[in-house]
């Protein structure tokens, strides 16, 4: 049975540049570690197998989904990681709905339902989040590549 949903986007957790970049280094210094020390010693091919485990374990992130956004029928449903808890929010509750920066600092680790300060936190990675306001107070702030395209949809769900 092949359902069309009116949004769906995927978070990926090994995507984030920053953290695609600290992997690399790491691989890189193996690498290098490998080269320089290459004469002197029978366990330097640890270096080599340790770099390219890493590169490894980076390209098996990229394909790896963190969480699934997806709206439809007057809610946005939320779906992690193996798992994770699926989470739906009913779109009739929310009062607010707001597109900003999901934070300021330069590194955000990946969050699944991160419950804090009066507010529940999905991100992967990313600067923008689309941010919901319920009846109650609480914001839920959802981590989005697209956010100007999830904030109209969330709009026009709220309006049918």
Not at 67 to 81: A, C, H, P, Q, R
Not at 93 to 112: C, D, E, G, Q
Not at 124 to 150: C, H
Request: proline share 1%; charged share 25%; hydrophobic share 40%.
């Amino acid at each position: 049975m092949d359902q069309k949903h009116t949004y769906i986007e995927k978070q990926y957790i090994g995507r984030d540049y920053i953290r695609i970049a600290i992997r690399l280094i790491m691989a890189a210094f193996c690498f290098a570690a490998y080269v320089y020390e290459r004469d002197r010693d029978n366990t330097v091919d640890l270096f080599l197998v340790v770099g390219f485990g890493i590169i490894a374990v980076s390209i098996i992130l990229l394909f790896l989904i963190q969480y699934k956004t997806i709206i439809e029928n007057k809610s946005v449903i939320i779906d992690g990681l193996w798992t994770a808890k699926r989470v739906k929010i009913d779109l009739n509750s929310i009062i607010k709905v707001r597109k900003a920066t999901y934070s300021n600092y330069l590194f955000n680790n990946p969050v699944y339902n991160l419950h804090k300060k009066g507010s529940i936190r999905f991100y992967s990675s990313g600067k923008d989040a689309v941010v919901l306001t319920d009846r109650d107070g609480l914001e839920y702030f959802i981590g989005t590549q697209r956010p100007n395209e999830m904030y109209l949809v969330i709009q026009s769900e709220m309006k049918s």
